[in-house]
């Protein structure tokens, strides 16, 4: 959710000073005066931007803080690090009712140049909405409870959420077979935006759970025999002549198995279209050599010679220390 800035006026008041007049020797010279309350309101703002009240500063701007901003409050912004610490005024631009307030912030990750807008209304001039950054935040493994800036964001969408310059640690809980590693993030001035992807990693015992979830699979198609086919299984037999009443698939050598790093989208290049999860390990296999042997009552065995067929599939989460391998579709026989 993102939010919405709608402007409001300042409860901040004054007459404007127009102009500036002298008299001397009965002649009266009258030159024009630089309005100084947006520079002020300006200031206003970016003090209380350096103090930490970031939600004193929300109210001057009039931005509507929706219900899923979770960094837009000082307890948030509190856990940030490398915030604004400085600012200087660089210039004021006013044209007809807008004053545009060039400022340059500071922080330890660098200084950046923003324009801060003001608009006139009748003798008050009202600060509009600052050009907040955001954190577009991927999916985490279920049952990692992520956290961002230590408040809890959901595990299993992509969460949008602004925020005022700074750092930002996106963190987690790790399990038996998930290893999470905090991750910093630093939106340096303000507009900056970053796509953050959570430290998720498997450990030991996870690999050896999707290890066994894959081979759970590949043996549970195998136990098939001729309906072990595609798209559900990774085998393919004609049985236009089929004379066989029993059948089986023997694979003769173990598979071996890459898994990828966590996968935000988790969107494999061979797999059917509509094929998608929030998230997940993809893995592959080598070539394993399988046999098929067919037998009926009245025949003996009969078994083909070694074909290579391979796993592709896809881990999301994990019940206790099994993993929920699933594969990707196979493409029908033709």
């Known amino acids: 959710m993102s939010a919405s800035p709608t402007p409001r006026p300042l409860l901040l008041t004054a007459a404007i ?34 103090d930490g009240d970031i939600e004193a500063a929300l109210k001057l701007d009039g931005t509507t803080v929706g219900a899923g901003e979770v960094l837009l409050t000082n307890a948030a912004y509190k856990k940030a690090t490398d915030r604004i610490s400085d600012y200087k005024i660089l210039d004021t631009a006013l044209t007809k009712g807008r004053a545009d307030v060039r400022v340059r912030t500071v922080q330890h990750s660098g200084t950046k140049t923003t324009r801060l807008t003001l608009k006139k209304t009748k003798d008050s001039w009202r600060l509009l909405p600052a050009s907040l950054g955001f954190l577009q935040i991927a999916p985490s493994p279920v049952g990692t409870a992520p956290t961002i800036a230590g408040q809890a964001i959901p595990a299993e969408k992509v969460t949008t959420v602004h925020a005022f310059p700074g750092t930002y640690e996106l963190a987690g809980t790790s399990s038996p077979n998930i290893t999470i590693t905090p991750v910093t993030n630093t939106l340096t001035g303000f507009g900056s935006h970053l796509n953050v992807t959570p430290g998720a990693s498997l450990t030991e015992a996870g690999i050896a759970a999707v ?27 004609d049985t236009t002549k089929k004379w066989w009443t029993n059948s089986r698939w023997n694979i003769t050598q173990a598979p071996s198995y890459t898994i990828s790093s966590w996968q935000a989208d988790c969107a494999w290049p061979g797999s059917q279209p509509g094929f998608a999860a929030i998230g997940c390990w993809l893995v592959d296999s080598n070539a394993v050599p399988v046999t098929f042997t067919a037998s009926s009552p009245d025949s003996d065995d009969s078994t083909t010679a070694p074909v290579a067929i391979t796993v592709h599939g896809w881990v999301r989460s994990f019940t206790g220390a099994e993993a929920d391998f699933q594969n990707v579709p196979y493409p029908e026989p033709r």
């Open 17 to 50: 000073a127009v102009q500036a007049c002298i008299v001397s020797a009965g002649l009266t010279a009258c030159t024009p005066t630089v309005d100084t309350r947006p520079k002020q309101l300006a200031a206003e703002y970016l003090t209380r931007v350096v």
């Open 211 to 237: 290890h066994r979830g894959a081979d759970n699979w590949l043996t549970g198609c195998a136990t098939k025999g001729d309906a072990a086919i595609a798209p559900n299984c990774p085998f393919s037999i």
